[in-house]
């Protein structure tokens, strides 16, 4: 039969307290709040402090050298608490470098020193438990485990490599997560985790690169994302000496000031870098917000200058090595089109490129030329225009204004058109149009078209769906959906239909 006073010196007995408060510590630290790196160090540090209080006040001291004195049981269990006291000193000191680490805001980019400080951790919790709890020389363990050292150093002297490159890496910072590398080698990517022994990159084709931390440190890189994300692209163009590099500078400029992806500071720039018989070469120079957005920004520029360039008369010259093997006509020598500017217009345009070259002849005979002055405005929101206007040349800008707010929706270069809102639906423009340049534009009236469309439905349903696509990017993200912009796409083409009595 168990008595009263049993259970009470079991109770106070000083190693099954250290033994409930240890369960109980871990129990709470590393399940309960696991997930909770900052509770999760409050209560490691209280049930330590908890610990040691209780060592202390049974005269257990965790960093001294047991009583020789003691019975071999009582050693044993003192030996046993000392332990526990350590590994928890350890795991204190662990949930506050995670948690500093995260307080830091770079969790994944200090992975790797943050590893290396635990290990230092372990290792000292692991020699101080030999020193004050075996009673072992600590020094003399290794002064004799050094020859095993050299051996085991040799064997794994290639990952030695990759660890200590990457301890240095981390230190240095040349490069974070998300960070888009350049290497010698032709190698680049964006920088997606750091570890022990390599980089892994991300490349353009969303293949994972990997690369040994030692080669990474010897190897010259750049850093496109340092000292700032965006990125600078450079493009080369060369025109047939037709005019004068003045005016293709000018038509340049119109290209940037008409593109929706590059940044407006730092200013683009354009220059003349080489001058011959056969051509003018040109280079552009701009910055994207970030370097993945560089592969778009250059082919909306490409088109940018085919467009500016077609509208402005400007003839695309042969790269320099092409002259050299081919005997290509002088520009005088090249037969004029006959083409009128508005049937040169139409050619260009998609939307009517289902059109025979008469029905273009007979609509291009309705179109009526008109010039805006820059600042000028085009037409206010919420007009409703009676005709399609095509921007033969310039730039202009769609604004939209709500309440006390304004955005720009973006942007009009040549070969973009207008009004077809008001023309085939009875609808307002969407925001206010106004020029950034000298701007011409050609109108198509509702009486020239409506025969073509009567005739060709293919472009009821071209304009059903750019009315549809137009009105979609003014929508919240939100409500935006392929879904959604088909439904609308054929309801508009039905209301057009029915406006035309098609």
Not at 33 to 61: C, D, E, K, M, W
Not at 247 to 269: N, W
Not at 351 to 358: C, G, I
Not at 371 to 382: C, P
């Amino acid at each position: 039969m168990v008595h009263y006073g049993d259970i009470i010196n079991m109770v106070a007995d000083p190693f099954v307290q250290t033994g409930a408060l240890a369960v109980i510590g871990a129990v709470v630290t590393r399940i309960v709040l696991r997930n909770h790196p900052t509770r999760r160090l409050v209560g490691q540090l209280l049930f330590f402090s908890a610990l040691t209080g209780l060592l202390l006040y049974h005269n257990i001291v965790p960093y001294e050298i047991g009583p020789s004195s003691a019975s071999s049981l009582q050693r044993v269990f003192i030996g046993l608490a000392k332990i526990i006291w350590w590994i928890n000193a350890a795991w204190s000191l662990i949930s506050t470098v995670r948690v500093f680490l995260i307080f830091e805001r770079q969790p994944r980019e200090g992975r790797l020193l943050q590893d290396l400080v635990v290990g230092l951790i372990y290792l000292g919790a692991v020699l101080s438990v030999v020193a004050y709890v075996f009673n072992a020389p600590v020094g003399t363990l290794i002064a004799t485990s050094g020859v095993f050292a050299i051996i085991l150093g040799l064997a794994l002297q290639s990952t030695l490599s990759d660890v200590f490159s990457g301890i240095a890496l981390n230190l240095g910072k040349p490069y974070g997560i998300g960070d888009w590398l350049v290497l010698t080698d032709g190698i680049e990517g964006r920088v997606i985790e750091t570890n022990w022994r390599a980089t892994h990159l991300l490349n353009g084709a969303n293949d994972l690169v990997i690369v040994p931390n030692s080669d990474l440190a010897k190897a010259r890189l750049i850093n496109l994302s340092s000292p700032e994300r965006s990125h600078g692209v450079t493009l080369t163009v060369r025109f047939r000496p037709t005019t004068a590099p003045s005016i293709m500078l000018d038509v340049m400029r119109s290209v940037f000031l008409s593109s929706e992806t590059i940044l407006s500071a730092p200013e683009s720039t354009v220059q003349v870098t080489a001058l011959d018989a056969n051509a003018i070469e040109l280079e552009l120079s701009f910055r994207v917000a970030d370097m993945a957005m560089a592969g778009r920004a250059k082919s909306e520029i490409f088109d940018l200058i085919y467009r500016h360039a077609k509208a402005a008369g400007l003839a695309l010259a042969p790269s320099a090595e092409f002259h050299g093997a081919f005997a290509l006509p002088q520009p005088e020598e090249v037969p004029r089109h006959q083409q009128t500017t508005p049937l040169r217009l139409l050619d260009a345009i998609a939307l009517f490129a289902s059109l025979t070259a008469d029905e273009k002849e007979i609509l291009a005979s309705t179109m009526a030329r008109r010039t805006f002055r820059k600042g000028d405005i085009l037409v206010e929101q919420g007009t409703v225009l009676k005709s399609l206007m095509i921007v033969r040349s310039g730039v202009a800008s769609i604004t939209l204004r709500d309440n006390t707010q304004e955005r720009e929706l973006g942007r009009l270069a040549p070969g973009d058109f207008f009004g077809e809102g008001g023309l085939l639906t009875g609808a307002g423009e969407r925001g206010t149009i106004q020029a950034l340049t000298l701007v011409v534009v050609y109108e198509i009236t509702q009486e020239g078209l409506a025969p073509l469309m009567r005739d060709r439905p293919a472009i009821v349903e071209e304009l059903g769906s750019l009315l549809s696509k137009r009105a979609a990017a003014e929508l919240h993200p939100l409500e935006q959906g392929q879904d959604k912009v088909t439904v609308r796409s054929a309801h508009l083409a039905a209301r057009i239909r029915h406006l035309f009595d098609i």
